[in-house]
C-alpha cells in the first residue's frame, strides 16, 4: 500500500473524524467496507453471550482458532455453501482477519517476488496482503466481461507473458461475490478459473467473504444466487486437482464485525499445505474473546438464520435508498447484488479530462466536505473517474452523507457523461 498516495494520507487522516451523534460534523463514511445496518442487535446480544471458560485464558487448544469456532465455521459451511464434500473441522485455518490469513496463505505457496492474479478493478487491500510479508505482487487481469467465460481467456494471455518476462505466476484470487463490482459469478466463469489453475500449475482462491450478502432489490427483485466453489466436484466438473482450490471466509462482511478480527482458509484437499499453515499461525491466532462472540452467535443457528435473512433483507433496503440518490441524480452505477458498495461514474463531475489527478482533486474535494467515498484508484481500474460507494450506513447516516455528496456534485458545472461504460 502506498501511504504516500494522497488518497491513502487522506483516509489516514479521518479516521479520528468519523461522524456520529457525539461528532455530527465527522466525516461520514462511505468508502470504507462496513456495514452498520445491525450494529446495535450485535452489540445487544455480544454483551449478553461472552461466556469465557477458563481454557480461554490460556493458549487454547488449537493453533489457529478454538476447536469451538472451527467446529460453529465448518456448520455454517456445511448449512449454508452447500459442499460437494463436507467440510470438517480440521480442514480450516483461523487468523486475526481475511488479509492475516492471505498473508498467511501466500507466504505458503508462493516465493518472495512472485504474483498472484485477479480481474481488475480489485481490492485494494490484495497489494499489501501478499507483499508486507510475503513479498509478492497482485497483478490485475483486464477482462471485456467478467461475467464471460470466454472472457478470461485474457488470464491465459497474461500468464503467458509473464511466463517470458516474470514475475512468475503463482495462484488466481478470485472475489465472489465480487469487489469493488458486487456481482454474483456465473457457474461456467468459476470452473473456467478452476480449469486455468489447472492448465499453468497455479493455486486458486476463492474469496467468499461476502457470500451471504446477496439481496433483493428494484434493481434485481430476483438476482443471481451465490454458489460456493466448495458445492463443486472440481475435478470431474473442470478437470482440477481439488488440492489447488482454496476458499476465504470471515466474521467482518456477512456478520458486520470487522473489529471481530477474523478470517479463516478452507483447503479440503491439501492437508500439506494445512500443516505449512499451522507452522506460524500462532503468530496470528484469534483472541478468546472474540472466537466466544462469533461461536456463540454461529452455534445458535435460529439466531444465526434470522440473522442471516434479516441482514439481506436490510442489505436489499439500504441498496434501494443508495440507488434512488443516485437515479435522481443521473449517477450511473453498476447495479450490485450482493456485498456493501456500488460502483458509480462520476467522470462528468471532474470538469473535463477524467484523470487520476482530477479524480483525485473529486476526491479530497469531498472529504473536505465531509463524505468519503473510495477513489476508484485505488482498485486498479482500466479508467479513472469512478468511485466505490458504501451504501451499508443507517439511514440517518447515509441521508447526510448523500446531502453533502449531493452539496459538491452540484457545485461542479457537469459536462456531457462520457460514451465509455463501466
Known sequence: MDTFNPVFAKIGEIFGDLQSADNPLGVVNMGIAESSLGHPDLVKRFNSSLRL????????DSWSGSKRLARAVSELFNDHFAPVVPVKPDQLMFGCGVSAVVD????????????LLTARPFYNGFNLDVSARAGCQMIGVSLSDRLSPSALSAFDD???????????????????PGNPIGHVLPDEVLLEYCRI??????????DEIYALGVFKSADRPYPPPFRSILSFDVRKEAGCDPSRVHVLYGASKDWLSNGLRIGCSVSQHNPELLKAFTGSAILMKVSSPADSLWSSLLL????????????QRRLGEAYDRATAFLQRMQIPYTPAVAGHFIWIDLRRYLGGEATEKAETDLFVEL???GVLLGAGQIYSPTDSGFFRLTFTLRAEQSKIGFERLERVLSARAPSPTPSRGV
Do not use: M, W
Open 104 to 115: 498467511q496463505l501466500t507466504s505458503v505457496i508462493c516465493d518472495p517476488d512472485e504474483a
Open 367 to 369: 472529504v473536505d466536505a
Open 300 to 311: 445458535d443457528k435460529t439466531a444465526r438464520d434470522d440473522f442471516i435473512a434479516t441482514n
Open 197 to 206: 489453475a489447472e492448465r499453468h500449475n497455479l493455486h486458486v482462491i476463492f
Open 158 to 176: 497474461k500468464i503467458a507473458e509473464l511466463k517470458r518476462e516474470g514475475p512468475t505466476p503463482r495462484a488466481i484470487i478470485v472475489c465472489n
Open 53 to 60: 471458560t477458563e481454557q480461554d485464558l490460556t493458549y487454547g
